[in-house]
């Protein structure tokens, strides 16, 4: 397990790392705005997601705490909820990990890197006192969304067992204590994301806009599809290949991204409507995205726009997860056809977005090379 948990944190390094996108010169006319699709993406859609994002952690560090006071099964379930609802909603957020400081805080969060159980244990049985000051010495796996996935769900507890965990001798007040640090230290990196994006904060909302002018062209739209690219390459590259065996060359279902929770397919899915939301520019306020890009310099694939090939391919994957009734791993054991389907249509995917979009719009791709997180 420890080795898999290796092979995914590796994979995870590599897929996470910044692309660089570097593009002439885009489409700027009385049709369409460049600057107004930002402003639509970033007042729209960035802004109100990191602002909720904010509201949830707050939610879930609140159910922690009303369950730590009461660890009883309803309240277990309200946690384990507001877990599975904070973690859809980051996964929406990490497709904007974009500047300088954005990356270093979303490392701190990141479903992308597994739960260390081994050393979460040796914690749990430990001395240290599990305060933030010290949890700030230990790698991200020990603390993030993953991290806290694992405390709640712990292998196949029943119910009772659950409870028992929480609440028996030191081994129970540890456990609390862990719970409650993590998902403190969860609402102030949420707190620190919005007050980079924040109008009354950095408002890096304004500067992320401003960086598209006639000295830095198409860097933000660059910067965007960079990050699209990133998100379903995850996915493919290490949320489906690792436990369909496709990278180590045997299944695997432990290797699923949500071993604990069984949520991978719920966290995929809402990963991708993101991307399509973003892509389209559909807010309740606009619809300028990079599709209107693409239509207005006359994208094509096999003679059909590339916006609508783009979004039929993603509605399709989406489609196609939704009608799964099973959890990830169990599906990987009794039904792998169907994961090798959507893996399928994940590597059209990728090809759409790095061939097709990035060499219509005279994007080049480079990755530069990658650094450890923490």
């Not at 029943?158 to 540890?174: K, L, V, W």
């Not at 739209?221 to 369909?244: C, E, F, G, V």
């Not at 783009?310 to 169907?338: F, G, H, K, M, W």
Request: negative net charge; without cysteine.
């Amino acid at each position: 397990m420890q080795h898999h948990a290796l092979i995914r944190r590796t994979l995870a390094l590599l897929s996470v790392t910044a692309l660089l996108i570097v593009g002439s010169a885009g489409a700027q006319t009385d049709e369409f705005s460049r600057r107004d699709m930002l402003e639509n993406i970033v007042q729209n859609i960035i802004l109100p997601l990191h602002e909720g994002f904010v509201q949830q952690t707050e939610a879930f560090h609140d159910a922690a705490e009303e369950f730590v006071a009461n660890p009883r099964p309803p309240a277990l379930e309200t946690v384990r909820e507001q877990w599975r609802r904070t973690s859809l909603m980051w996964e929406k957020v990490s497709l904007f990990r974009l500047g300088r400081d954005i990356p270093l805080l979303h490392n701190r969060i990141d479903n992308g890197y597994p739960a260390a159980p081994s050393v979460i244990d040796g914690l749990l049985d430990g001395d240290q006192p599990l305060d933030a000051d010290f949890m700030e010495t230990q790698a991200s796996n020990v603390y993030n969304l993953r991290a806290i996935e694992y405390l709640l769900f712990d292998g196949d507890w029943t119910p009772n067992e659950a409870i028992a965990a929480f609440a028996s001798g030191r081994a129970g007040q540890r456990r609390q204590q862990y719970v409650l640090t993590a998902t403190s230290m969860l609402q102030q990196t949420a707190a620190d994301l919005w007050q980079i994006w924040s109008p009354e904060g950095d408002d890096y909302a304004r500067t992320f806009v401003n960086l598209d002018d006639l000295r830095n062209p198409n860097e933000t739209i660059s910067m965007l599809t960079a990050n699209m690219l990133r998100a379903i390459k995850d996915i493919y590259t290490t949320d489906l290949a690792l436990p369909l065996g496709i990278t180590t060359g045997e299944p695997d279902p432990a290797l699923v991204p949500s071993p604990y929770g069984d949520y991978s397919l719920q966290e995929m899915n809402s990963l991708l409507k993101i991307i399509q939301q973003t892509f389209n520019g559909d807010s309740d306020h606009g619809s300028l995205g990079l599709d209107d890009y693409l239509d207005l310099i006359g994208a094509t694939e096999n003679g059909v726009p590339l916006s609508g090939e783009i979004n039929d391919q993603l509605t399709a994957i989406i489609a196609a997860i939704d009608a799964l009734n099973y959890p990830l791993s169990t599906l990987i054991e009794v039904q792998p056809q169907r994961i090798q389907s959507i893996y399928g249509g994940m590597e059209y995917l990728v090809h759409l977005f790095e061939v097709d979009m990035a060499g219509q719009m005279g994007l080049s791709i480079a990755v530069p090379d990658s650094g450890d997180v923490d």
